[in-house]
């Protein structure tokens, strides 16, 4: 069979050969449409929760956060709304993989200005996001020539925060401790089915952990951050 030529529409039979199959495209364009419409809809309440309390660095860490959510939500969700077009999809694919960077980052920026903060919390937040940009120029720029290794980097990035475990377990709740490991587990684990590219439908499982992962965050922030 041969490769469709960039940015003509795709035949069913064509989207079968290069995603993997035009329904699992539909249910991963789905499942993170959703996610977006539960990014934003999170943000509007973590703001709302937030009310009138004095501390700016609520709505700067819950807007970074939010924003850095929807925007891995609607990339991904257009990434997979485009397979049929080859030259679109590599390019929402890259922007797409390095979104999950700017959720790292975004995701580690309210516990580290809310009850973090000092040495601890400005150390580890410019740490997190200085990897994150590189590794979303990496994304954007050398993607094709380390793909898994720029995707591995993932992991590390993410369980960064057990270098502050112990301080954060000082000022932090332990419900609050509990989600945020049951979240990064939910994205650990769910990464094995995101590598798994044989197994069928093992991109949509990826998604549902996303989601997961990203609802326990909320929780995280809702219950014990606002």
């Known amino acids: 069979m041969t490769q469709p030529s960039p940015d003509r529409e795709l035949s069913p039979g064509e989207i079968q050969y290069t995603s993997g199959g035009a329904i699992e495209e539909i249910l991963n364009g789905v499942t993170h449409a959703i996610g977006a419409g539960m990014a934003i809809a999170g943000l509007a309440v973590l703001l709302v929760l937030t009310g009138n309390n004095p501390d700016p660095w609520k709505y700067v860490s819950f807007s970074v956060y939010g924003v850095s959510q929807i925007l891995l939500y609607l990339s991904s969700a257009l990434l997979h709304s485009f397979a049929s077009f080859p030259r679109i999809r590599e390019r ?135």
């Open 92 to 226: 929402l694919s890259r922007i797409d993989h390095a979104s999950i960077y700017l959720l790292i980052a975004g995701t580690y920026t309210p516990p580290a200005l809310t009850i973090l903060r000092g040495p601890w919390g400005w150390t580890v937040l410019g740490v997190v996001w200085g990897l994150a940009i590189v590794g979303i120029v990496m994304k954007l720029f050398v993607m094709k020539k380390l793909p898994l290794i720029v995707d591995l980097l993932y992991i590390p990035l993410g369980w960064m925060v057990l270098i502050v475990i112990r301080p954060l377990s000082r000022v932090a709740p332990p419900g609050f401790l509990t989600l945020m490991l049951s979240a990064g587990f939910a994205y650990s684990f769910g990464f094995v089915f995101y590598a798994w590219r044989k197994l069928r439908y093992s991109h949509v499982v990826w998604h549902l952990f996303v989601l997961a992962g990203s609802t326990l965050f909320f929780l995280a922030f809702a219950i014990y951050l606002v």
